[in-house]
C-alpha cells in the first residue's frame, strides 16, 4: 500500500478544522474544498491549499461527486477523510476512491452501504444476535402494508427513513390516525435529503436513553470499544448535549452493550471509526438503532476521556496500520460534556437563523475545548446545517465537567446571531441534567414549546443599551475622537426597540465618560471605563460589571452575562414603521427552498393550518396560518428559492359588518 501525503477534506466548516489541524499534525499537507458561500470560510484559509467545488447549493458542490473527484486531480491529493455528513456515508463516493486508487478515510463501501440502510442493517443485526426493537423493515412500501405492520406493532411507533441520520424523515406516532400524514412527510423528507424514500417501522420506546457506543476497527481483524456517549437530550431527533460516560450506564451494562457493538462492527467486516448506536430503556434493556459509519459530531467526549484522538487513529487505520491500542490498555478517566451551538430561535421553535457573526470569542481555559469553523464576519446561510460550533468541558468528576461548561458557554461570545447558547444553559444547569436523569423526553418534558418564553432583558440591561446607543449616536462608538464637550449637557430623549416592544430614556452626558440616564421615573448613573474591541467596563450606580457588544448599523447586540438580546435606536422613526401587523400575509421565516404550497387562491384556511413547507438548514418546516382567512394571492412555487420575509401566502380576513 502506498503511503499517504495530502489529505483532501471533503467537508467544511468545524468538522473541516478538526480533521485539518490533526494531519497538519501528524506531517500530511490537506486540501480543503470550497462552495462560493464558503471562499472565505476559516477551513479554507486554515488547509495547505483550497479548491473551489461549484454553487452555494449543496447539491451542486459537497455532495457532487464529480467535483470532488475533479478537485482531487486537480491537487494530487492521494486521500480523502469526509468528515460527517455530506458524502461521509456514501458507498459510491467511496467506491469512487476505491477505483482511482484514492485511499478513503473510513470504512470499505460494501460496510457504508450496508449500515447506510437502517432496513438492511437491522436484518443483519439481527443474524448477528444484537438486540433489535420489533419493527417492521420490508420492502413493501405501500400505506396499507404500513398501516398492518403498525396495527401488529402496536402504538406508540417511529417511522423512520431507511437512508441517512440526524433525525430527518423521523416521526412519532401515538395514533392510527396519524399514520398515513406520518409516512408522506416522512417520505417526503427523506427524498429531499436522502434521495430516497425507504421507510421502516420500529416500536416505540417510550422516555429511553441514546446511549451509543464508540467501535474502531482495522485492517488485521482487531475491534475494540472506547466507552459509551448519552445523547438523550435531542430536538426533532437531533442531539444537543452530549457526554460521555452515561450517567446510567454501569461498568457490568458497559461490557454487555460494548460487547454488542464490537458484534455488530465484526458482523459486517468494519474497518475504521464507527458508532453503535442504542436506544435505553428504563428497565436497563437495550436496543440496536443503526450504526453510523463515519466519526460522530461528538466524538470530542470520547477524546477526552480516553486521551486519544479519533482522527489520527482514523488515518492510521487507513495507513494500514493496527490499532495503537488493545481493549484491555484503553480506559475511560473523568468526564466530559458537549453542546451544540446552533443558528436557530429556541424561542420559536427552534427555527434556523441565518445572519453575520459580528463578534466571535469562544470561551478559553483550562479543560475547555472549542470547536468551530467560525471568525468574526462569518456568514451563517441557509445552505447548510444551522450546527456553528461546539463546546467541549471536562474534568475529574461529572460535576466538575458541567460546572465549566455553564461557565463557558456564558463567556463564549456569538454577537450577532440568534442561537441557542442561552437555551443550552438552560439545560446543562436543569435540576435533572444535573442529577443525570435526563433521557430523549427531557426537552418535551422541561422545555415545552408552550412554556418556553424569551428571556427578558432587565432594566439594568435595557440602562447600558441605552447608554451605548447613546454614545454610539453621538459620539461614534470606537472612532478616535469622542466628540464630547460639556456644552452636551442636556437631556436627550432616546426610544429603543427590543423585539415588539419599545422604552423611552431620557438620557444627560455629565462627563466624558458619565452619564445620567432616567428610565421609568427613577436616574440611574452609567460610568463608562472601557470601550475597547466590542468589551464594556461600566459601573451602574457604584456596581462596576462587564459587558461585550458590536454595532450592526442602527441594531446593538449586547450581551450582559445574564442575558443576550439586540436592540434597535428609533427616536426619530416615523410612527407606523413597524408595519401593520395581522395584515393577512404569511411570508417565509428564513431563506430557503419552497417543497409545496398546500393552498391556492379562493381556499378557506383556518388558523393553525400548514398553508406551505419550506426546506432550509436541512431540514423542513411547516408554515401555518396566523388566523382565519380565504387565500387572496399566492406568491410562490414548490422549487422556488425564497428570502427571508418573500410573500408565500396572502390571506383575507372577513370584516365584521
Known amino acids: 500500500m502506498a503511503g499517504l501525503s495530502k489529505i483532501l477534506i471533503a467537508n467544511r466548516g468545524e468538522i473541516a478544522c478538526r480533521v485539518i489541524r490533526t494531519a497538519h499534525d501528524m506531517g500530511y499537507e490537506t486540501v480543503a474544498v470550497y462552495s462560493d458561500a464558503d471562499r472565505n470560510a476559516p477551513h479554507v484559509k486554515l488547509a495547505s491549499e483550497a479548491i473551489a467545488i461549484g454553487p452555494a447549493a449543496v447539491g451542486e458542490s459537497y455532495l457532487k461527486i464529480e467535483n470532488i473527484l475533479a478537485a482531487i486531480d486537480a491537487s494530487g491529493a492521494d486521500a480523502v477523510h469526509p468528515g460527517y455528513g455530506f458524502?461521509?456515508?456514501?458507498?459510491?463516493?467511496?467506491?469512487?476512491?476505491?477505483?482511482?486508487g484514492i485511499t478513503f478515510i473510513g470504512p470499505s463501501p460494501s460496510a457504508i452501504h450496508l449500515m447506510g440502510n437502517k432496513a438492511e442493517?437491522?436484518?443483519?443485526?439481527?443474524?448477528?444476535?444484537?438486540?433489535?426493537?420489533?419493527?417492521?423493515e420490508g420492502e413493501d412500501q405501500s400505506d396499507d402494508h404500513f398501516i398492518r405492520a403498525a396495527e401488529k406493532i402496536?402504538?406508540?411507533?417511529?417511522?423512520?427513513?431507511?437512508?441517512?441520520?440526524?433525525?430527518?424523515?423521523?416521526?412519532l406516532v401515538k395514533k392510527p390516525e396519524k399514520l398515513e400524514k406520518a409516512l408522506a412527510t416522512a417520505r417526503s423528507e427523506a427524498e429531499n435529503a436522502f434521495g430516497s424514500g425507504e421507510l421502516i417501522l420500529e416500536k416505540a420506546v417510550i422516555e429511553p436513553r441514546h446511549i451509543e457506543i464508540q467501535v474502531f476497527a482495522d485492517n488485521h481483524g482487531n475491534v475494540v470499544h472506547l466507552g459509551e456517549r448519552d445523547c438523550s437530550i435531542q430536538r426533532r431527533h437531533q442531539k444537543v448535549v452530549e457526554e460521555a460516560p452515561s450517567p446510567a450506564v454501569s461498568e457490568e451494562l458497559r461490557q454487555k452493550m460494548g460487547a454488542a457493538a464490537v458484534a455488530a462492527a465484526e458482523a459486517i467486516d468494519y474497518s475504521g471509526a464507527g458508532t453503535v448506536e442504542f436506544l435505553l430503556s428504563q428497565d436497563g434493556s437495550f436496543y440496536f438503532l443503526e450504526m453510523n459509519t463515519r466519526l460522530q459530531v461528538e466524538h470530542p467526549v470520547t477524546e477526552c476521556i480516553?486521551?486519544?484522538d479519533l482522527v489520527d487513529w482514523q488515518i492510521r487505520v487507513a495507513r494500514n496500520e493496527k490499532l495503537p491500542k488493545s481493549q484491555e490498555e484503553i480506559t475511560l478517566n473523568g468526564h466530559a460534556i458537549e453542546t451544540r451551538l446552533y443558528a436557530e430561535d429556541p424561542y420559536k421553535n427552534f427555527l434556523p437563523k441565518v445572519g453575520t457573526l459580528l463578534k466571535w470569542e469562544p470561551a478559553r481555559?483550562?479543560?475547555?475545548?472549542?470547536?468551530h469553523g467560525l471568525e468574526d464576519g462569518f456568514e451563517v446561510t441557509p445552505h447548510y446545517d444551522a450546527m456553528i460550533a461546539k463546546v467541549i468541558t471536562w474534568g475529574d468528576t461529572r460535576e466538575d465537567a458541567r460546572q465549566r461548561m455553564i461557565h463557558a458557554l456564558g463567556l463564549t461570545v456569538d454577537l450577532g446571531l440568534v442561537t441557542n447558547r442561552q437555551f443550552l444553559i438552560d439545560c446543562v444547569a436543569h435540576e435533572t441534567f444535573r442529577e443525570g436523569g435526563a433521557t430523549t423526553a427531557f426537552i418535551d418534558t422541561h422545555f415545552p414549546k408552550s412554556a418556553l418564553k424569551r428571556p427578558e432583558p432587565s432594566s439594568e440591561d435595557l440602562i447600558i443599551a441605552a447608554a451605548l446607543q447613546f454614545l454610539n449616536t453621538q459620539h461614534n462608538l470606537g472612532s478616535s475622537t469622542d466628540g464630547w464637550d460639556s456644552s452636551d449637557a442636556v437631556m436627550t430623549p432616546l426610544v429603543l426597540k427590543v423585539e415588539d416592544d419599545k422604552s423611552v430614556y431620557s438620557v444627560k452626558q455629565l462627563a466624558k465618560n458619565r452619564l445620567q440616564i432616567t428610565f421609568g421615573g427613577e436616574s440611574s448613573d452609567v460610568e463608562i471605563f472601557d470601550l475597547e474591541n466590542s468589551r464594556v467596563s461600566y459601573a451602574l450606580n457604584g456596581y462596576r460589571k462587564n459587558a461585550r457588544y458590536a454595532f450592526d448599523g442602527p441594531k446593538l447586540h449586547l450581551s450582559t452575562g445574564s442575558i443576550q438580546f439586540a436592540c434597535e435606536e428609533i427616536t426619530l422613526a416615523p410612527a407606523g414603521a413597524d408595519g401593520g401587523a395581522g395584515d393577512g400575509r404569511i411570508v417565509a421565516p428564513m431563506n430557503g427552498r419552497v417543497i409545496s404550497?398546500?393552498?391556492?387562491?379562493?381556499?378557506?384556511?383556518?388558523?393553525?393550518?400548514?398553508?406551505a413547507i419550506l426546506e432550509a438548514m436541512k431540514m423542513e418546516h411547516e408554515i401555518t396560518a396566523k388566523s382565519d382567512g380565504t387565500v387572496k394571492s399566492v406568491g410562490a412555487r414548490a422549487d422556488d428559492q425564497v428570502a427571508t420575509r418573500a410573500l408565500l401566502v396572502e390571506l383575507e380576513h372577513e370584516r365584521a359588518e
Open 365 to 371: 481555559g483550562a479543560n475547555r475545548r472549542n470547536d
Open 154 to 171: 402496536g402504538f406508540p411507533v417511529m417511522v423512520k427513513a431507511a437512508a441517512g441520520g440526524g433525525g430527518r424523515g423521523m416521526r
Open 87 to 100: 458524502l461521509s456515508e456514501n458507498a459510491g463516493f467511496a467506491e469512487a476512491l476505491k477505483e482511482k
Open 597 to 611: 404550497i398546500m393552498v391556492k387562491e379562493g381556499d378557506t384556511v383556518s388558523k393553525g393550518q400548514t398553508v
Open 121 to 136: 442493517a437491522k436484518r443483519r443485526m439481527i443474524d448477528a444476535g444484537v438486540p433489535c426493537i420489533p419493527g417492521y
Open 306 to 308: 480516553t486521551g486519544l
